[in-house]
């Protein structure tokens, strides 16, 4: 038998539902995250939240987490702060701020939806988002990560802490999770578009780069889908834009540690360009739904500087689609098919 210390122990464990009845249908997109400021203390505190995340740097505990305090962290939290520093805006995090964007235009998209911003690590979070829904009434949830391709170490952590959080809810909603839209007709279209646009207004660049995010090699030897997401949707927008072998090009970047990424690497390739003399080479990053460190300090500014070092005449960053109006209807597309809902203009 349960004593009722024990009972009422047990019943404080969870999250009491709230009065509203659970009848909205609500969309939580997730990024990544940030840091709350450019400065040492608060790229401390992020990165130890995002690299103490098992999904991202899977060692044993006992071996990264003094490794992560002792070197890690002191180290380089001052230097990615300056990084930050670099590319801060007067809305503060331009991810955060873009995020926010990209969801107040889906939210017109989809009247009716309760949609919402989190981030992975940092603020808001995905808990405090949760449950904010929650309590307006939200029963029906899907959960959206703004990464198009799936690895267990973006959209897998991203199932984990809404799973998490859900573990203290007495009363659950109707959960629902989109796994990937790599090769999403609309979003295909809306990269190639963005790069077409480029094109229009600058001209040609003399080589195309689509620049992917890395992960661990032995990721993708142990069943992560993501390399080969990342290749099929590199060749989905090269198809869109009528381009054929040798007239683009795939890489990965930010890799971080000794141990082999997927390859090529950009840098890597940006510095054999350059000593080439490859001339002008535009980058576009389809990984990335919004701008944020890894594009607009990584690629367009410390790559940009090292291909022209090296010999390169000058590397164009191509944006990311951001809050641009075909971004967010191929956002609110992948949503109706997740959610079976009528395209705008038919009836249910």
């Known amino acids: 038998m349960f004593s009722p210390t024990g009972a009422h122990r047990?019943?404080?464990?969870?999250?009491?539902?709230?009065?509203?009845?659970?009848?909205?249908?609500?969309?939580?997109?997730?990024?990544l995250g940030t840091p709350d400021a450019p400065t040492p203390a608060a790229v401390r505190r992020y990165l130890a939240e995002f690299l103490h995340d098992h999904r991202v740097v899977d060692l044993t505990r006992w071996l990264w987490c003094p490794v992560l305090h002792g070197i890690i962290l002191p180290l380089r939290s001052p230097k990615v702060a300056k990084a930050y520093a670099s590319i801060w805006t007067a809305d503060g995090s331009p991810l955060l701020a873009g995020t926010k964007r990209v969801g107040a235009a889906l939210a017109e998209a989809l009247p009716g939806i309760d949609v919402r911003?989190?981030?992975?690590?940092?603020?808001?979070?995905?808990p405090s988002v949760m449950q904010a829904m929650d309590e307006a009434g939200v029963g029906r949830l899907l959960v959206l990560p703004l990464y198009p391709q799936y690895s267990a170490s973006t959209s897998a952590s991203v199932h984990d802490a809404v799973m998490r959080e859900l573990l203290r809810w007495r009363r659950q909603p109707e959960v629902h999770f989109v796994q990937d839209y790599?090769?999403?007709?609309a979003w295909v279209r809306a990269v190639a578009e963005s790069i077409r646009?480029?094109?229009?207004?600058?001209?040609?660049?003399?080589?195309?780069?689509?620049?992917?995010?890395?992960?661990?090699?032995?990721?993708?030897?142990?069943?992560?889908?993501?390399?080969?997401?990342?290749?099929?949707?590199?060749?989905?927008?090269a198809a869109e834009l009528g381009l054929g072998d040798g007239e683009w090009w795939l890489t990965f970047q930010s890799r971080f540690g000794r141990e082999p990424w997927l390859q090529p690497y950009t840098d890597k390739t940006l510095e054999q360009w350059g000593r080439e003399k490859a001339g002008t080479v535009d980058v576009v990053c389809p990984g990335f739904a919004v701008d944020c460190l890894e594009t607009l300090e990584e690629i367009a500014e410390q790559n940009a500087h090292a291909y022209v070092e090296a010999g390169g005449t000058a590397l164009r960053y191509i944006p990311c689609l951001n809050?641009?109006?075909?971004?967010?209807?191929?956002?609110?597309?992948?949503v109706r098919r997740a959610l079976a809902l009528p395209a705008p203009g038919v009836a249910a």
């Open 197 to 237: 646009a480029h094109w229009a207004a600058n001209g040609r660049g003399d080589r195309l780069l689509m620049s992917f995010h890395g992960i661990p090699q032995r990721f993708v030897r142990g069943g992560d889908p993501y390399q080969a997401q990342c290749e099929a949707g590199a060749r989905a927008i």
């Open 182 to 185: 790599h090769c999403d007709p």
């Open 323 to 334: 809050d641009t109006p075909a971004h967010v209807a191929a956002l609110a597309g992948v």
């Open 10 to 31: 047990m019943h404080t464990a969870f999250r009491p539902a709230p009065d509203r009845p659970g009848d909205r249908t609500g969309v939580l997109l997730v990024n």
């Open 117 to 126: 911003v989190a981030m992975r690590y940092g603020q808001p979070s995905v």
